[in-house]
């Protein structure tokens, strides 16, 4: 979320800012731009995020990647254009009505066939992808959406990505509020907890970065 404090002073992040944003193409910066002015224009990602996760792409080689929480598509965007002609995003929400302010800007950046939205619980769509077989197939990821259920996602995921892949989860510090875990906010428990649960995991290679609200990345081994 792009407004949200971080672990740096807000001078500082204006300055991060001002660099990333200066490598925007049109497309994306329209986009950004449209969404900065929705209700919840808030839950948008920075666009050293975007630029974050493109890279990732990029180093990656990646093909096939997966995103849960899609909002009005920037990230998707940032991802795809990453991917080669052929690569697949499939990208989960719930929301026709925010997915469907992505839509355009994916048919004009000309990654939109690249991108497989479907709609509906994410839990599920991954479980049903699991069901197909397609453990181990998928190079990177990113999770960005309702915060109480990042503990699932992060289990099923972990089990699509290959060894060697990707994780990227969202919104890790909470605005600065994961220093109260008593808090009254179960999404903020939630998210204390599995910050520890990853750094636990023996199936992951951990690393929290303070881009953003925070981005916790796990590599598979």
């Not at 995020?49 to 093909?63: D, E, I, K, T």
Request: charged share 25%.
């Amino acid at each position: 979320m792009s407004k949200r404090p971080t672990s740096v002073s807000p001078q500082v992040t204006e300055y991060i800012r001002e660099f990333s944003m200066s490598r925007e193409d049109d497309i994306r910066r329209r986009l950004r731009a449209v969404t900065t002015e929705l209700p919840m224009g808030v839950m948008q990602i920075s666009a050293e995020q975007g630029q974050l996760l493109a890279l990732l792409a990029r180093s990656l080689g990646a093909r096939r990647v997966i995103e849960v929480g899609v909002f009005t598509g920037y990230s998707a965007l940032c991802v795809a254009a990453a991917l080669p002609a052929d690569g697949l995003l499939v990208a989960c929400d719930l929301s026709d009505e925010w997915t469907s302010v992505a839509r355009p800007f994916w048919k004009e950046a000309g990654v939109d066939e690249r991108i497989d939205l479907r709609l509906g619980e994410a839990s599920q769509t991954l479980a049903k992808m699991i069901d197909s077989k397609e453990e181990g197939s998928f190079d990177m990821a990113f999770i960005d959406a309702d915060k109480e259920g990042y503990g699932g996602y992060y289990e099923q995921v972990l089990r699509l990505l290959r060894p060697g892949g990707l994780m990227a989860l969202d919104n890790m510090l909470m605005g600065g509020r994961v220093l109260e875990p008593e808090s009254a906010d179960p999404g903020v428990r939630h998210i204390h907890e599995l910050t520890g649960i990853i750094y636990e995991d023996a199936r992951v290679e951990p690393v929290f970065l303070p881009v953003g609200d925070g981005v916790v990345l796990v590599q598979k081994r």
